[in-house]
């Protein structure tokens, strides 16, 4: 993926909706855009504001958007206050559920995506720490979430032109063989990686729940495995020394990885991101041989 764009300070509001930018104007009068922060791949529009002394994050979703309405899941059921408490997450100050448009604190420090710091073993263990913290908040029994992500993945196959026939087949045939295991869920942050992660001195600090939902553990673990863990492995020892210990199991290991694969390739051809496709077709190589393998 590619960092966001940074137009001139003075931007304005204009890519929020009427609706949204009446209510930005009453809860900040006089506020003004330094910078737009936005990834430009969804809906979601993110804009660093300035209103008198005070630095804080609008983020605002289109009629079809879905993000911001998980992002409002986790921060108004409670899940965000462990880490905003501490100042590792931002704290939310307003919103508005229906208009898609929130309010947060903005917080210090600098992207850790695709920097040094992004395959910083220290940055990972205390990444890990954090990341135990959020899970260990709550549980739920699973009730078909397993076999859901599945039929997800199935969905992605039979509506995507970005897989060649042959390796759909092999894919399909890799699920089918693969039965959901509905494990315990937990609190999850759903985009764990360095692309979401602030590093400002000693300190990391989490942004961007959007894909917040309750899953399995190890799903949090799977876009850095086909990323970060790859280009230092060391990373992975790491983090897991953080968590305080690794819930992979094998089986449950690579069908997870496969789903992330196949949304992965699907997805990022659907919005022409390239470099992330191709990153899904190499995650989708790396599943398939281990599955031969077995």
Avoid at 135 to 156: E, K, L, M, V, Y
Wanted: glycine content about 8%; aromatic content about 8%; hydrophobic content about 45%.
């Amino acid at each position: 993926m590619h960092p966001p764009a940074m137009p001139p300070a003075g931007a304005g509001f204009g890519r929020l909706s009427p609706r949204q930018r009446a209510l930005v104007a009453a809860w900040l009068p006089g506020a003004e855009v330094i910078a737009d922060l936005s990834w430009n791949q969804v809906e979601t529009v993110v804009l660093q504001v300035r209103q008198g002394d005070r630095a804080l994050i609008v983020k605002a979703g289109g009629d079809a958007d879905h993000h911001l309405g998980r992002e409002l899941d986790a921060h108004e059921g409670g899940y965000v206050s462990a880490w905003a408490e501490r100042g590792h997450a931002a704290r939310l100050r307003w919103a508005d559920r229906q208009a898609r448009v929130l309010v947060l604190d903005w917080l210090p420090g600098e992207l850790a995506y695709r920097t040094a710091a992004g395959v910083d073993p220290e940055i990972h263990r205390r990444a890990g720490a954090l990341l135990r913290q959020f899970h260990a908040q709550a549980t739920q029994p699973s009730a078909g979430t397993d076999a859901a992500a599945t039929r997800r993945a199935i969905a992605w196959l039979d509506s995507s032109a970005a897989i060649a026939p042959d390796v759909e087949r092999r894919l399909r045939s890799m699920l089918a063989a693969l039965p959901p295991i509905e494990d315990d869920l937990v609190p999850t942050h759903g985009d764990w990686q360095p692309r979401n992660w602030l590093v400002d001195g000693d300190e990391v600090r989490v942004i961007d729940f959007g894909r917040f939902a309750f899953r399995p553990a190890a799903t949090d673990f799977v876009r850095l495995a086909a990323q970060e863990w790859c280009e230092n492995p060391a990373c992975e020892r790491a983090f897991f020394d953080g968590y305080g210990r690794d819930p992979r199991h094998p089986s449950r290991w690579i069908l997870l990885r496969a789903r992330e694969a196949i949304g992965t390739a699907c997805w990022a051809h659907q919005v022409g991101d390239t470099r992330f496709e191709a990153q899904g077709h190499r995650m989708i190589a790396d599943v398939l041989s281990e599955f031969d393998a077995r």
